[in-house]
């Protein structure tokens, strides 16, 4: 199965960018996925990216993908508030998805 | 469009007594599945369904742990007899089908605390 790894925790001033980063085992995986969880909640898919691409960007995200290096970096531009949460990153293997232990991002005023 | 519907949204028990969650995916959602969530860690797969028929459940512990969704629509997973070790959320997401395996809708997940 895909083990994926990530860095715990980022703190990040408002109006600054963020980049969370992300390893991953399984060189066959098709796509990988950003998750975000707020507090309390289930989690909820940002955006995700298909193998055969380097980069993607939607609004204020964009998705890195380095094939070769196994390793997957989301950066949220002028980070907010609202993106206080906890991001999981995951892989898609034999019909599921393995996540990551998550990313717990703080952004300070 | 109605999300995934999970309760309770909150249960504590004592050691050894049963408890059952219950999850509404999506409608039209074919693929079920059922995730536990420890804290600081991210979801692992306990339960995939396509309809009514369970086709991973490679993860669940049978010893203690069922699921069921008998009609594949709603869907309920079972713990009897719960242990400490059981306290955790438990979350419930749908996906149109296996071509959407990664584009999960989650529901807000059941914590279970047991004492």
């Known amino acids: 199965g895909e083990d994926v790894e990530q860095s715990l925790f980022l703190s990040v001033r408002e109006g600054d960018s963020s980049v969370i980063n992300c390893t991953y085992t399984?060189?066959?995986?098709?796509?990988l996925y950003w998750y975000k969880q707020e507090p309390g909640a289930g989690l909820q898919l940002l955006t995700y990216?298909?193998?055969?691409?380097d980069m993607k960007q939607d609004q204020r995200l964009t998705v890195l993908l380095n094939k070769k290096d196994k390793h997957l970096s989301l950066r949220i531009a002028d980070t907010q508030t609202g993106d206080s949460a906890i991001y999981f990153c995951a892989g898609r293997g034999d019909y599921k998805l393995s996540f990551g232990a998550g990313t717990t991002v703080t952004v300070r005023a | 469009e109605a999300g995934v519907v999970q309760s309770p949204r909150y249960k504590i028990i004592e050691k050894k007594q049963p408890v059952a969650f219950w999850c509404n995916p999506i409608s039209g959602h074919n693929t079920l599945y059922w995730y536990l969530q420890n804290l600081g860690q991210g979801p692992e797969l306990l339960i995939r369904?396509?309809?009514?028929?369970?086709?991973?459940d490679s993860q669940l512990p049978k010893d203690r742990f069922s699921a069921e969704r008998l009609k594949g629509v709603d869907s309920t997973l079972k713990i009897q007899p719960a242990e400490l070790g059981d306290s955790a959320v438990y979350l419930c997401a749908s996906s149109r089908g296996t071509g959407n395996i990664g584009e999960l809708f989650f529901g807000e997940g059941s914590r279970l605390t047991v004492l």
């Open positions: 399984d060189s066959s995986s098709t796509y």
């Open positions: 369904y396509e309809n009514e028929e369970a086709v991973d």
């Open positions: 990216i298909f193998s055969n691409m």
